[in-house]
């Protein structure tokens, strides 16, 4: 495996729900990140964190909200969600560096039904 | 801005014949390239990367990528597929100038290798 752990890895919710989706990388990663898999779409990047702080917010709804509590753990609550965030959710990390640009490590993601 | 064209939804291929998946990229300054593979139910998993140096970069599983400047390319390649390798490719790219961690993922091209 990555080294990043996603729970849970399957998840049903109405629209009135509120969950929330957990991320934990085990690699000393500085930066973490939030990507949506839809089917046909490319990859959608949602939120950046580096050391902590948000650094991209892709114009998310605001049913979607982070939370990075350090360096290893990475959260996505949701609330009120529509059948169209049914996607898969991943979660990736990656080290960066002043000049370097490392690949970034994903997690084996949480499908997300609602509906 | 930066954006990654993967021109081929699927491509077919024959157990043992070589293999190419291709992918044009688009950048305001030098890229950085990636090449990630999805198996079902997975996240992403690294397979190579293209920063400097030589344009053919050798990467896990026996694949390797040649980039190619003037035509703004990086297409994937193996000389004996497996059914093994039988999955969905994802190109990225991310500009050396930009400051921030976004990598652009392009749509995605389903590899079927048969027996």
């Known amino acids: 495996e990555t080294g990043v752990t996603q729970t849970p890895r399957h998840l049903v919710m109405g629209m009135t729900n509120k969950k929330s989706l957990k991320c934990e990388q085990h690699?000393?990663?500085?930066?973490m990140y939030w990507y949506k898999q839809s089917a046909k779409k490319p990859l959608e990047l949602m939120f950046v964190y580096n050391f902590k702080e948000q650094t991209e917010n892709n114009s998310v709804p605001s049913r979607f909200s982070p939370e990075c509590p350090n360096s290893s753990h990475l959260f996505l609550h949701l609330h009120t969600l529509q059948p169209e965030d049914s996607a898969l959710y991943l979660c990736a990390s990656s080290q960066e560096e002043q000049g370097r640009y490392n690949e970034q490590f994903f997690g084996p993601g949480t499908r997300l039904t609602v509906l | 801005a930066q954006s990654v064209a993967q021109p081929e939804d699927q491509v077919n291929v024959a157990e043992g014949n070589p293999l190419t998946v291709k992918c044009t990229y688009s950048v305001s300054g030098n890229p950085y390239l990636f090449w990630y593979v999805q198996y079902p139910n997975r996240g992403l998993q690294f397979l190579l990367k293209?920063?400097?140096?030589?344009?053919l970069v050798k990467g896990s599983y026996g694949f390797e990528a040649e980039f190619n400047k003037s035509q703004t390319s990086f297409h994937l390649k193996k000389p004996s597929a497996l059914v093994s390798d039988s999955a969905l490719y994802f190109c990225a790219v991310r500009d050396i100038g930009n400051a921030g961690n976004m990598l652009t993922f392009g749509g995605g091209t389903r590899l079927m290798v048969k027996p």
């Open positions: 293209y920063i400097t140096g030589d344009n």
């Open positions: 690699l000393g990663h500085n930066a």
